[in-house]
């Protein structure tokens, strides 16, 4: 198996790439990995697994987890679930511009595990990711980048 680093754009506009998982591909997901830290969210389908650098995590809809920068990742599920899964990877020169000390960061937001340690927090990022999800869908007005910002910042 080989490990490829992919390359990302970021949205203009927006300190990081937005992706959404097409019904109409696998949700099978080959070993990557990225400069900047991702954050996910499952709103639909079946049991997600997900291997970050060889440790397995399973997700269901509504959770949500975070990836480090440069941690090698994958992702791998039933073909016939209807999936809806979504998220950012957030612009590591954006990141460490506003907050230089994150790159020594190591997040640990792993889906119903951090829900049960900060119930309050998980619910608030899965609150501004789903909205960050939603305007997108509006398509990129200033209007649109400008509550998307409100809702990443």
Known sequence: MQIQHENVQVM???PFK???HSPLTSINVAPH???GIEL????AGDTL???????TAEYR?????AVN???VHSASGIPNADWEEFGLIIDDDFLQAQLPESTNWQITLVGP???KIAPTAYTDIRAHLIAIHDLLTQGATDLVRLSVLSHFL
């Not at 996910?40 to 709103?43: A, K, Q």
Request: proline share 6%; aromatic share 16%.
């Open 12 to 14: 203009p506009g927006l």
């Open 18 to 20: 937005y992706y959404e």
């Open 33 to 35: 990995w990225h400069q």
């Open 40 to 43: 996910n969210c499952l709103t």
């Open 49 to 55: 697994k997900f291997v970050t650098d060889g440790k």
């Open 61 to 65: 809809p509504g959770d949500i987890w």
């Open 69 to 71: 920068r440069r941690s």
């Open 113 to 115: 595990q951090a829900s």
